[in-house]
């Protein structure tokens, strides 16, 4: 069965501190593994996508098939980064998104 | 372009009555998904629509949710009747395809209370 596990459900750090939000994933062949992000009071949107390889507003994530991780990390976080993060997945043909439970991250001046 | 849009925002209501959500997708897109999110909890998928079929729709408690989209372009979501459990945000979202690589943009969702 599809299921993203995101264990921590809040994550608070200080501007210019390196953060890490955790994903792990189960999938029974090869997922496309996704992180969204929601600001206050904005809708959700995709943050950055596996298959792009691209770093997208200084975060980058690297999907781990050993470890099913797709772990999204900054090396310095600013307070414009306070936002809820949520890790998906979807099969390569169906659309469908599986969203883990979100990681309200704070980040703090 | 213009995002994706929901009405109404915000909707509540009393056990047992009926409510509906409306949804217009990004022009052009021909997959459109409905999501309820739980609070605390991630979206999960109730019913994907390529252009006016139904592609998937196993999690749609279908004793008292119905959805449509007729003419492939503007979709309704209906709960009749509405349990305390429905109470939840709404989220339609779109995308162009519908293949898993392909970008899903959200609309701003509707929040249902259900007293």
């Known amino acids: 069965a599809q299921r993203v596990t995101q264990p921590e459900k809040l994550l608070s750090v200080f501007k210019g501190a390196p953060v890490e939000l955790k994903c792990n994933y189960s999938y029974s062949g090869s997922p496309e593994l996704f992180w969204y992000v929601q600001y206050s009071r904005q809708r959700l949107q995709l943050l950055l996508r596996?298959?792009s390889r691209e770093s997208i507003k200084g975060f980058t994530a690297d999907l781990n098939k050993g470890e099913t991780s797709f772990h999204l990390k900054k090396p310095f976080a600013q307070e414009e980064d306070s936002a809820m993060y949520y890790c998906a997945l979807s099969s390569s043909t169906l659309g469908r998104l599986y969203f883990g439970r979100g990681t309200q991250l704070t980040v703090w001046p | 372009e213009a995002g994706v849009a929901q009405s109404p925002r915000y909707k509540i209501i009393e056990k047992r009555q009926s409510v509906a959500f409306w949804c217009n997708p990004i022009s052009g897109h021909a997959t459109l998904y409905w999501y309820q999110q739980i609070l605390g909890q991630g979206p999960k998928l109730l019913i994907q629509?390529?252009?006016?079929?139904?592609?998937?729709d196993s999690q749609l408690p279908k004793d008292r949710f119905s959805a449509e989209r007729l003419k492939g372009v503007d979709s309704t979501l209906k709960i009749q009747p509405a349990k305390l459990e429905d109470s939840a945000v709404y989220l339609c979202?779109?995308?162009?395809?519908?293949?898993?690589?392909?970008?899903?943009?959200f609309g701003p969702g509707t929040r249902l209370t259900v007293l």
């Open positions: 979202a779109s995308s162009l395809g519908g293949v898993g690589t392909d970008t899903q943009y």
């Open positions: 596996h298959i």
């Open positions: 629509f390529q252009n006016n079929g139904v592609v998937d």
